[in-house]
């Protein structure tokens, strides 16, 4: 074939939304299985900070295994093996390889037990990798975060 980008541009206008010719992201196959960056997201599975100061648990995730749209978190939060009380949490929702969050900011509630939060929505609304960013400032602290890598499915 002499032309064989010209072809695929042309055989892309008479397709158009054939695999391959779009740009855009939504219309990636996303196969979770395949994407090994993702953690396995289980209730009371837990991340320890990057300093190493507050430790993450999800205590439960609904729905869980996460998916579209919107999902509930309950997280535990802990430092020096005690609940974290009195610090300050938020959370960002990103996708890395599409460079974009969402526009639903999550609402963060204190729930009964000490040092323990609702997210809620955590607004996951493409599919494919997110990461949602987890932050907490103890009173008089420094912040520590925790990373979970959800591989949202189709
Ligand atoms: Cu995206």
């Known amino acids: 074939?002499?032309?064989p980008h010209a072809a695929?541009?042309?055989?892309?206008?008479l397709l158009g939304s054939a695999p391959g010719c779009s740009d855009h992201p939504s219309d990636e196959d996303v196969d979770c299985q395949k994407d090994t960056r993702a953690d396995d997201i289980v209730d009371g599975m837990e991340k320890m900070g990057e300093r190493q100061?507050?430790?993450?648990?999800?205590?439960s995730a609904s729905p869980s295994p996460p998916r579209r749209p919107d999902n509930t978190w309950i997280m535990a939060l802990q430092s020096a093996?005690?609940?974290l009380v009195g610090a300050t949490v938020s959370t960002t929702l990103f996708m890395p390889d599409h460079n974009h969050g969402t526009q639903i900011?999550?609402?963060?509630?204190?729930?009964s037990e000490p040092g323990t939060y609702k997210f809620e929505p955590l607004n996951l609304w493409m599919p494919g990798l997110w990461e949602i960013t987890f932050e907490a400032t103890p009173a008089g602290g420094s912040k520590d975060r925790a990373v979970f890598r959800v591989c949202v499915p189709d």
């Open 1 to 3: 074939m002499r032309f």
């Open 8 to 13: 695929v541009l042309l055989s892309c206008a």
């Open 53 to 59: 100061v507050v430790s993450f648990r999800l205590v």
């Open 81 to 83: 093996g005690a609940p």
């Open 105 to 111: 900011k999550p609402v963060i509630t204190a729930t």
